[in-house]
């Protein structure tokens, strides 16, 4: 469950401390000693990433007052501050200066040294606390923009926590309503602030300047928006292949039945693919496809918990001996819909591996063996789907994964993930204990046929090795052990699932993962008569239930040869059966 972009290695530039001081400037604006500039409760500070890991805050960061600072109230505002590069421990200077107008700010960050690996500038906004005491994010995740993004439109009750810019130079326009969280919206529904952020770069000098105004909302009311409630418009430079892909590289369509969305992007390696859900007619969806060198088996996976697929990115040349799909779950930043934690968001890998089979056949060896491969939340997402698509996968890879919902609801004490589950699911486990279950890959294990490889650090602090525990202790109660190969990582996990876990034990999960899929190169086939645990949905080759809820589970016994199935559930349920032998 690393941020979305692993490569930023973040220096703090501000620290969130210091007094607020009168300025006569715009109401809703303050700015405090430290140059924290706050409108309503946003705060807005300014981080300088290089090549690393994730993002970090420096305990030896400083800042101090410039020439004119804070008697000069009218005018400009200096402060000058040093800070330390994680990765390098490099010490660079910078300066901040803030421009105050009638309406508004404008702030600007100079760096006049940046070292060449320096990857990207971003702009943070931090936003009020909920009266829980935990950060409002109605979305439920970081929101990162793409870099070639134009636009970001933040709707009533969603956060931004903060945007990127690309190196390069760039610029990116933010509006919404900053202070919509406040209980009283009566005070606040007109209070919006826009900004507009570009960053230059000249020689080993950058700069970031962000303009912030404040606007009368006037016409937010019916924007579009998805049931996330927040809209990213995404635009590029006409001609600029490498961020609008090219068609030239469009899979052919000859003889193939399908519907080709215009806002496909196309590279020799990689493209971006849009598509329409089975369960939610209407609804767009989007998946990253890496193509290989050759014709290859197909491997689907999924993003971490907070992530999403990052968009499009151009790929000179095909990689890997893999034809890969990555499913942006539903309700992320490319898909629409609303997050429903392993509900249909796993019916959406399913129509995407249907699509891509289609639109991409002649890239793919053998249609029916398929692989699944993912970690952390994608690891929940691999326990989840060989229960709900017993027979799709010929062999799959759960990292670090969540095998019981309610149990990590449980043992999540600062509510990392709790803000998340409590929207997506409907509620806590006490609250809807079914709804948890059926999401959970623990309650499904009776449907296990797939070989499963699954490998967990045993000190990992956010997703507990009790999680793969507990799959594989039921695993073998069932007499289904010979299924799951377990490699448990002793001392291993930290922030990171995998922290401290040495090179030769990382090449080992992989090793692990791959030796998995190249032992099983053929579909795995379903009895023809028994029982299965039908959560929300169960889809196989030969038939598939759905529950009129995806937050229900029922008990299927099935004979297909006497075309009998009894569906049972310990709550009113009704349910639709689909047939596909003959």
Same mark, same amino acid.
């Given at each position: 469950?690393?941020?979305?972009?692993?490569?930023?290695?973040a220096?703090?530039?501000?620290?969130?401390?210091?007094?607020?001081?009168?300025?006569?400037?715009?109401?809703?604006?303050s700015i405090?000693?430290?140059?924290?500039?706050?409108l309503?409760?946003?705060?807005?500070?300014a981080?300088?990433s290089?090549?690393?890991t994730?993002?970090?805050?420096?305990a030896?960061?400083?800042?101090a007052?410039g020439?004119?600072?804070p008697?000069?109230?009218?005018?400009?505002?200096?402060?000058?501050?040093t800070?330390t590069?994680?990765?390098s421990?490099?010490?660079l200077?910078?300066?901040?200066?803030?421009?105050?107008?009638?309406?508004?700010i404008i702030?600007?960050?100079r760096?006049?040294?940046v070292?060449?690996e320096?990857?990207?500038?971003?702009?943070?906004?931090?936003m009020?606390?909920?009266?829980?005491?935990?950060?409002?994010?109605?979305d439920?995740?970081q929101?990162?923009?793409?870099?070639?993004?134009?636009?970001?439109q933040?709707m009533?009750?969603?956060?931004?926590?903060?945007?990127i810019?690309?190196?390069?130079?760039?610029?990116v326009?933010?509006?919404?309503p900053f202070?919509a969280f406040m209980h009283?919206r009566?005070?606040?529904?007109?209070?919006?602030?826009e900004?507009?952020?570009?960053?230059?770069?000249d020689?080993?000098?950058?700069?970031l300047t962000?303009?912030?105004?404040?606007?009368?909302?006037?016409?937010?009311?019916?924007?579009?928006?998805?049931?996330?409630n927040?809209?990213?418009? $995404?635009t *590029?430079?006409?001609?600029?292949?490498?961020k609008?892909g090219?068609? @030239? !590289?469009?899979?052919p369509?000859?003889?193939? &039945?399908?519907?080709?969305?215009?806002k496909?992007?196309?590279?020799?390696?990689r493209?971006?693919?849009?598509?329409e859900s089975?369960?939610?007619p209407?609804?767009?969806l989007?998946m990253?496809?890496?193509?290989?060198?050759?014709?290859?088996p197909?491997l689907?996976?999924?993003?971490?918990?907070?992530?999403d697929?990052g968009?499009?990115?151009?790929?000179d040349?095909? $990689?890997? *001996?893999?034809?890969?799909?990555t499913v942006?779950m539903?309700?992320? @930043? !490319?898909?629409?819909?609303?997050?429903?934690? &392993?509900?249909y968001?796993?019916?959406?890998?399913?129509?995407?591996i249907?699509?891509?089979?289609?639109?991409?056949?002649?890239y793919?060896?053998?249609p029916?063996?398929?692989?699944?491969?993912?970690?952390?939340?994608?690891?929940?997402?691999?326990?989840?789907?060989?229960?709900?698509?017993?027979?799709?996968?010929?062999?799959?890879t759960?990292?670090c994964?969540?095998?019981?919902y *309610?149990?990590w609801?449980?043992?999540?004490?600062k509510?990392?993930?709790?803000?998340?589950?409590?929207p997506?699911i409907?509620g806590?486990?006490?609250a809807?204990?079914?709804?948890y279950?059926?999401?959970?890959?623990?309650t499904?294990?009776?449907?296990?046929?797939?070989p499963?490889?699954?490998?967990?650090?045993?000190t990992?602090?956010?997703v507990t090795v009790?999680?793969?525990?507990?799959?594989?202790?039921r695993?073998k109660e069932l007499?289904?052990?010979s299924?799951?190969?377990?490699?448990?990582?002793?001392?291993?996990?930290?922030?990171d699932?995998f922290g401290k876990?040495?090179?030769?034990?990382?090449?080992?999960i992989?090793?692990g993962?791959e030796?998995?899929?190249?032992?099983?190169?053929?579909?795995?086939?379903i009895p023809?008569?028994?029982?299965?645990?039908?959560?929300?949905?169960?889809v196989t080759k030969?038939?598939?239930?759905?529950?009129?809820?995806?937050?229900?589970?029922?008990?299927?016994?099935?004979?297909?040869?006497?075309?009998l199935f009894?569906?049972?559930?310990?709550?009113?349920?009704t349910?639709?059966?689909?047939?596909?032998?003959k």
């Open positions: 469950m690393k941020p979305m972009h692993a490569v930023f290695q220096i703090m530039l501000m620290i969130f401390t210091g007094a607020i001081f009168a300025a006569d400037i715009a109401p809703g604006i405090a000693d430290n140059g924290i500039i706050t309503g409760g946003v705060s807005i500070f981080v300088v290089e090549t690393g994730a993002p970090t805050f420096q030896d960061s400083s800042i007052p020439p004119g600072f008697a000069a109230r009218d005018g400009e505002i200096e402060l000058r501050g800070f590069v994680s990765k421990k490099q010490k200077s910078f300066s901040e200066t803030v421009t105050k107008k009638a309406d508004g702030l600007t960050y760096i006049e040294q070292p060449a320096f990857t990207d500038v971003r702009l943070a906004f931090r009020p606390l909920s009266s829980a005491g935990r950060p409002v994010i109605a439920g995740k929101v990162l923009l793409p870099r070639e993004a134009k636009e970001f933040i009533p009750d969603t956060s931004l926590t903060e945007l810019l690309p190196a390069a130079g760039g610029s326009r933010v509006t919404g202070i009283d009566r005070k606040t529904k007109n209070d919006w602030f900004a507009r952020a570009k960053f230059t770069r020689g080993t000098a950058a700069a962000v303009t912030v105004n404040m606007i009368n909302d006037t016409n937010s009311k019916g924007a579009a928006m998805n049931d996330n927040y809209m990213v418009e $995404a *590029a430079a006409v001609g600029d292949k490498k609008t090219d068609k @030239k !590289y469009m899979p369509l000859a003889g193939k &039945n399908i519907t080709v969305s215009e496909n992007m196309y590279s020799p390696g493209d971006l693919v849009y598509y089975s369960r939610t209407g609804l767009e989007a990253l496809v890496t193509k290989p060198e050759k014709p290859s197909l689907a996976t999924t993003h971490g918990w907070h992530m697929i968009g499009f990115s151009y790929l040349k095909p $990689a890997g *001996a893999y034809f890969r799909v942006d539903r309700g992320r @930043k !490319y898909s629409q819909g609303k997050q429903d934690c &392993n509900g968001e796993l019916h959406d890998v399913y129509d995407a249907n699509y891509a089979k289609i639109l991409y056949r002649e793919i060896t053998n029916d063996v398929i692989y699944f491969d993912a970690g952390s939340g994608g690891g929940g997402n691999a326990y989840g789907i060989i229960g709900k698509f017993p027979d799709l996968f010929a062999a799959c759960a990292l994964g969540i095998s019981d *309610a149990f609801y449980s043992n999540d004490t509510g990392e993930f709790r803000d998340e589950m409590d997506w409907g806590s486990p006490d809807k204990p079914m709804a279950r059926s999401r959970s890959g623990l499904m294990v009776e449907n296990l046929i797939t499963l490889y699954i490998a967990h650090g045993d990992d602090p956010r009790d999680h793969a525990r507990r799959y594989v202790a695993a007499g289904k052990e299924l799951v190969t377990y490699y448990e990582l002793p001392g291993v996990g930290d922030a699932h876990a040495t090179k030769e034990q990382r090449d080992a992989g090793r993962s030796e998995n899929r190249q032992k099983h190169r053929t579909t795995v086939i023809r008569k028994g029982r299965m645990i039908v959560c929300g949905y169960l030969q038939f598939a239930v759905y529950l009129d809820s995806v937050d229900k589970v029922a008990v299927l016994d099935y004979d297909i040869d006497a075309d009894t569906v049972t559930c310990d709550v009113p349920c349910h639709e059966i689909k047939k596909f032998f």
